[in-house]
């Protein structure tokens, strides 16, 4: 039963994987961070340790107890939903967004407008319901009255990532992401705006965790994200600030 | 006496080890109560991943047996030069992350691929539809059937194949009269395992075919889409694959002929990683 016991704790302490870290690294945080802030988190701090993916994939670890210090999501659904439970302090929003439509550079279904993705055979990719870069997705057909486009959906895709790069392989005719995601693959895709009229307010929010192994660091970080730098930062990526 | 501490120390390391690998399978079961399991399991969810998973996984089985047989039985029974090469070329895919498997099939049969244009002006499409499922299941189990099928064939006895062919029965039967009866144990427990390792498949999947409810989303698919957003349907579903992983093994386990045949083909295959 001893052995059992042990086993048991070196798999809890072991269980999360990958951005665990060590309890060394003191002033390092660990940040689980929404896909879409994958190139500007670095930006603002490189030292800390970065767990990115879907804004729900990460809410779920923390829910499991993953030892994250600090959780920055692209909406503020997760991070409320954590407050609630007690999970991390009080989030506070630290950037916006807004969605684009992209295509591949050499658009081979001809699409210009929303209303292109109704044509016969258009490969579309969205994020998955439940995913908010997909919820958003959905409110902004909604607002629209084009929830009709839907039809074409090939693929749904668990983060923005996916979504990106299906389009800039050219394998999509078209997908809908944060105008944040366009810059890095701008050789390769094409991006539409989208009316403003329609536009769901994407608010990101930032949170220490509540039982963060590295309290002062995750502290340290947020206030750096919601800093001068950060804000130079966020917005140099793109990115509306609150 | 001397050894006793020695074997303390194995039995420890076989005791870790089962208790590594068994505790996570069993937390799955103790984390849900079986009646809410077969709920789940019923939800639209669960029933599509099901259907989806059980008709791409046949089709590509069926091609996997067809084609995969005669192509073990060939590589077994003949020595020719660039054999070896070619039984090396087979188990790559093996041991080849299925992340590159995703991309390489794009790189193929993608519409910007190597055959793009070929099988646009045919009228072809392939990625993000079933087909595009059938091609990753086959892409990667494909090579354990005809890796292992060598194995079965090659445990033949020659004798009896040489025996067939001077009684005056022609290569085809004896094919079929002798070599596949008599490899037909080894055979049956390649293709259990080249089935489960294809209703495993996900990291191709997710790239090529993409994940569409009903269309291509497979169990193992289902199970990190509803990760985040119901836990328990994905609790269920990976229940489920492994109930059907331990019916697998127990077919591999109790079909008669595999026993004296494990020590031959268990031997390269068994640190080939089948995540």
């Known amino acids: 039963m001893r052995k059992l016991a042990l086993a048991l704790a070196v798999l809890a302490g072991a269980g999360c994987g990958g951005p665990a870290g060590g309890g060394d690294s ?40 993953a030892p994250a210090d600090v959780f920055a999501a692209a909406s503020p659904k997760y991070p409320d939903e954590l407050y609630g439970d007690g999970k991390v302090d009080k989030p506070v929003v630290f950037a916006t967004n807004k969605l684009v439509l992209i295509v591949p550079k050499a658009n081979p279904a001809g699409i210009h407008s929303v209303n292109d993705l109704r044509g016969r055979d258009v490969k579309l990719v969205v994020g998955a319901a439940g995913v908010p870069v997909g919820d958003y997705t959905r409110t902004l057909l909604d607002d629209m009255g084009a ?19 299906k389009v800039a392989l050219g394998e999509a005719d078209a997908g809908f992401v944060y105008v944040t995601d366009v810059e890095p693959v701008a050789e390769k895709v094409t991006a539409i705006q989208l009316p403003t009229s329609a536009q769901a307010q994407i608010r990101y929010e930032i949170a220490v965790v509540e039982s963060a192994p590295h309290h002062d660091a995750a502290h340290a970080f947020v206030e ?8 130079s930062a966020l917005s140099a990526a793109g990115f509306g600030l609150p | 006496m001397r050894r006793r501490p020695f074997d303390v120390l194995l039995a420890v390391s076989v005791g870790l080890v089962l208790a590594f690998l068994l505790l996570p399978l069993l937390a799955l079961f103790l984390r849900i109560a079986p009646r809410d399991l077969l709920s789940q399991l019923t939800s639209e969810v669960a029933v599509d991943a099901l259907v989806v998973s059980l008709k791409t996984s046949l089709i590509a089985h069926a091609a996997v047996l067809l084609v995969g047989t005669p192509a073990a039985y060939l590589l077994a029974t003949r020595r020719f030069r ?16 299925p992340a590159v498997a ?19 002006a045919a009228g072809i499409s392939i990625p993000f539809t079933q087909t595009a499922v ?10 354990f059937y005809v890796r ?47 089935f489960a390792r294809g209703l495993g498949e996900f990291g191709a999947t997710i790239m090529f075919a993409g994940s569409l409810q009903g269309v291509t989303q497979t169990l193992p698919l289902a199970i990190y889409a509803q990760l985040d957003l119901d836990f328990d349907v994905a609790l269920a579903l990976g229940a489920f694959l492994v109930v059907v992983s331990v019916a697998v093994l127990l077919t591999v386990k109790l079909l008669p002929s595999w026993t004296r045949f494990t020590s031959i083909s268990l031997g390269p295959s068994a640190r080939f990683d089948s995540s």
């Open chain 1, 26 to 65: 003191d002033d390092h945080p660990t940040v689980f961070g929404a896909s879409s802030l994958t190139d500007v988190l670095p930006k603002i701090d490189p030292d800390a340790t970065y767990n990115f993916a879907g804004s729900d994939d990460l809410a779920a670890q923390i829910q499991q107890g």
């Open chain 1, 147 to 165: 929830t009709d486009v839907l039809d074409q959906v090939v693929s749904e895709e668990d983060d923005v990532k996916g979504v990106v790069g």
């Open chain 1, 224 to 231: 750096e994200v919601l800093g001068a730098d950060g804000r």
């Open chain 2, 82 to 97: 660039g054999r070896s090469l070619m039984l090396t070329l087979v188990e790559l895919p093996l041991v080849l992350p």
């Open chain 2, 102 to 120: 995703g991309i390489a099939l794009f790189a193929a049969f993608g519409r910007a691929g190597l055959l793009g244009d070929t099988l646009d």
């Open chain 2, 134 to 143: 059938v091609f990753a299941v086959v892409f990667v189990s494909s090579p």
């Open chain 2, 148 to 194: 292992l099928g060598v194995s079965a064939f090659e445990a033949v006895d020659p004798r009896l194949l040489e025996a067939s062919r001077t009684l005056g029965a022609g290569p085809s039967r004896t094919f079929f009269r002798v070599a596949l009866p008599l490899a037909g144990g080894g055979l049956s427990a390649a293709s259990a395992l080249a």
